[in-house]
């Protein structure tokens, strides 16, 4: 069973800057595009960024673009999702997840496996 486990989540105030990790097991984490989303209290899951397989392409949301980085370590079977200047409309629980093949994608459905999530809050 493929696992996604999440970490670095917590509390920030506006402006503030957060890690986020995704760690792989039991999958040829090399050959899976992975991808970070994020769902508010009440609202849907939302796209924030991917990343492809090899590292070599990524998208971003357009609400967090020049804000957020995306990354992965291949050797070491994690992604990253490094945040800055948080703002509160970014406190949501984060997700990453993962689908089979070279490309990135933004759309929820493309992906296979998922985390458990970790949450964000960003104070004002």
């Known amino acids: 069973q493929v696992q996604l486990v999440e970490s670095g989540g917590g509390a920030v105030q506006a402006g503030g800057s957060l890690r986020l990790s995704c760690a792989a097991s039991?999958?040829?984490?090399?050959?899976?595009?992975m991808g970070w989303f994020r769902q508010a209290p009440g609202k849907e899951r939302d796209f924030v960024a991917a990343?492809?397989?090899?590292?070599?392409?990524?998208a971003y949301a357009d609400s967090v673009k020049g804000r957020f980085t995306i990354s992965r370590n291949n050797t070491e079977n994690t992604v990253y999702l490094q945040m800055n200047s948080l703002k509160p409309e970014d406190t949501a629980t984060y997700y990453c997840a993962a689908r089979l093949g070279p490309l990135l994608r933004s759309t929820r459905r493309e992906y296979t496996y998922w985390g458990q999530g970790t949450p964000i809050t960003v104070s004002s």
């Open positions: 039991r999958l040829t984490f090399s050959m899976y595009g």
């Open positions: 990343i492809s397989s090899s590292g070599g392409s990524t």
